[in-house]
C-alpha cells in the first residue's frame, strides 16, 4: 500500500502542478526602434542607434525575421540608414540578441518646400 501512495502522491503532485508551468509565458523582450547604423551579416552583429537612447550593439538570432515590403523575410535585406523596430531579449546569460526586426522607412522623408 505505501507504493499505491507514492504513485498516488506522485500522480496529484503532476496533475496540479501542469497547469500551472503550461500557463507561463515566456518574455518577449523589449520593443525599441532606431536606425540602423552598420550590420555585419557574417556575424550577424547590428550597430543601432535607439530614438532617444544610446547606441547600442547586438546580434540576430538565426531565426530571426525582417519584415519589410518584399515577400522575403531574411535578415539579409537589412542596410545602414534603414530605419526599423527590434524586439530585444536580454538573456541571463549571452548577449542581447534580436528576434523580429520590421521596417519603419527605408530613408529619410525628404521634405520638399
Not at 530605419?83 to 521596417?103: A, E, K
Amino acid at each position: 500500500m505505501n507504493t499505491f501512495s507514492r504513485l498516488l502522491l506522485s500522480v496529484f503532485l503532476v496533475i496540479y502542478w501542469v497547469p500551472f508551468t503550461a500557463a507561463a509565458i515566456r518574455p518577449q523582450g523589449t520593443t525599441m526602434s532606431g536606425v540602423v547604423q552598420s550590420v555585419d551579416h557574417a556575424t550577424r552583429m547590428i550597430v543601432f542607434a535607439q530614438d532617444g537612447g544610446p547606441v547600442r550593439h547586438f546580434v540576430y538570432s538565426e531565426w530571426a525575421k525582417f519584415q519589410h515590403r518584399e515577400p522575403e523575410v531574411l535578415p539579409a535585406h537589412l542596410k545602414p540608414g534603414m530605419r526599423i523596430q527590434v524586439n530585444l531579449h536580454n538573456p541571463l546569460i549571452g548577449p542581447d540578441y534580436v528576434t523580429r526586426m520590421v521596417l519603419l522607412q527605408s530613408k529619410p522623408s525628404q521634405k520638399h518646400p
